[in-house]
């Protein structure tokens, strides 16, 4: 008979080895924590993907789950919105900065869900705004979210790559079982 204390629970066992020891009321609460933890990042993931995002939140939730599925931009828009991005970057160089936050949104209406270009266009409007407060000019879009911390909220939705990490690793103790015990006191 081996008698098992791991972590506050007592285990009593007639028969079987050390290895076959596995304490499961630990094991359930440490899977259910696991599954909430899971839970928990994936709606975080989710909600920063869609309040992040320059498109407008879809008011039914269905619209809104369904808006986080991969979607093409067309080609044509795609084009046109590189070609403005090139254009609005050269303005914004010349000092032209009420033109560029104008070509950046622009740039931002063009192609909304096209990652690598909206992040862009995001951050070169933000700095723009920037530079138009620092003119001495009041900032003619105040009433909008400033663009760096929506660029770094999109930034940190589904697409993050951290996501899948911490979901992995959230996700161990439901496959990977703790055969380790804290003390083992063998019967005599």
């Not at 899977?31 to 993907?49: F, H, K, R, T, Y």
Request: proline share 6%; net charge positive.
């Amino acid at each position: 008979m081996v008698t098992v204390i791991s972590r506050g629970f007592v285990d009593v066992h007639a028969r079987g080895k050390l290895e076959d020891v596995i304490p499961t009321e630990n094991r359930r609460r440490q899977q259910l924590i696991a599954i909430g933890e899971l839970v928990a990042d994936g709606l975080l993931a989710v909600g920063c993907e869609i309040y992040g995002r320059p498109e407008p939140v879809p008011d039914d939730v269905g619209d809104a789950l369904r808006s986080l599925l991969p979607r093409k931009t067309d080609s044509a828009r795609k084009v046109r919105a590189q070609e403005l991005l090139i254009v609005a970057n050269q303005t914004y160089q010349k000092g032209y900065f009420r033109e560029s936050v104008n070509a950046y949104t622009e740039v931002l209406a063009l192609a909304p869900t096209n990652w690598k270009i909206a992040q862009s266009a995001i951050a070169g409007r933000d700095l723009a705004r920037k530079a138009i407060i620092g003119e001495g000019f009041d900032d003619p879009l105040s009433d909008n979210v400033n663009d760096a911390v929506k660029q770094w909220i999109w930034g940190r939705g589904v697409r993050w790559p951290f996501h899948y990490i911490i979901a992995g690793i959230l996700a161990r103790p439901l496959v990977v079982t703790s055969r380790a015990p804290s003390r083992v006191i063998p019967e005599m």
